[in-house]
T-cell receptor, first 113, second 114 residues
């Protein structure tokens, strides 16, 4: 596996609280992505980054924000968590020149009660 | 935007049989089609991919075929083994986009019975 780690691996939180998930990669990959995985929906792109401080929205970005201050770190923030954001979140990264080939982290299971 | 439909949602086969999973896409400009395998509780991992200028690609027991005219592509697994049991996802990258933006299908749960 590429050197990509997610933290925390599991989190339970309450509706209305802010939550930040962290993705850290040691591969010097230029591109990073956040997905959510829900039954019957596959993997859906939330936000992605094409460089430090360069980010853009994916198909399900409402209620989420991201930041990338360093090449190796990509943060996903739920400003005010809702029960509909209960999901498994995966981070992925890819290198310049091979941006199509994405390597995934182990995932974060988030439960919003 | 791109839309990817994947079928079937579940597939059960006997060990040694072949398995076929099919995906259709909507954007005729899509140019890259990967397949990911996700074992239970694990991360998705790329197992094979194909580009739009190629009709078929093989890697040992797995192969992918692409029909650009019909806008569909398929994963073929021959001589299935119990360790092939997993969720398989197809994906497509729309043409004209960069940064590896992929649209995934809904996934197929493959079960291989010994």
């Amino acid at each position: 596996d590429a050197g990509i780690t997610q933290s925390p691996r599991h989190k339970v939180t309450e509706t209305g609280t802010p939550v930040t998930l962290r993705c850290h990669q040691t591969e010097n990959h230029r591109y990073m992505y956040w997905y959510r995985q829900d039954p019957g929906h596959g993997l859906r792109l939330i936000h992605y980054s094409y460089g430090v401080k360069d980010t853009d929205k994916g198909e399900v970005s409402d209620g989420y924000s991201v930041s990338r201050s360093k090449t190796e770190d990509f943060l996903l923030t739920l400003e005010s968590a809702t029960s509909s954001q209960t999901s498994v979140y995966f981070c992925a990264s890819s290198r310049a020149g091979e941006e199509n080939i994405q390597y995934f982290g182990a995932g974060t299971r988030l439960s919003v009660l | 935007g791109e839309n990817v439909e994947q079928h079937p949602s579940t597939l059960s086969v006997q060990e040694g049989d072949s398995a076929v999973i099919k995906c259709t896409y909507s954007d005729s400009a899509s140019n890259y089609f990967p397949w990911y395998k996700q074992e239970l509780g694990k991360r998705p991992q790329l197992i094979i991919d194909i580009r739009s200028n190629v009709g078929e690609k093989k890697d040992q027991r797995i192969a992918v075929t692409l029909n650009k005219t019909a806008k569909h592509f398929s994963l073929h697994i021959t001589e299935t083994q119990p360790e092939d049991s997993a969720v398989y996802f197809c994906a497509a990258k729309a043409g004209g986009t960069s940064y590896g933006k992929l649209t995934f299908g809904q996934g197929t749960i493959l079960t291989v019975h010994p």
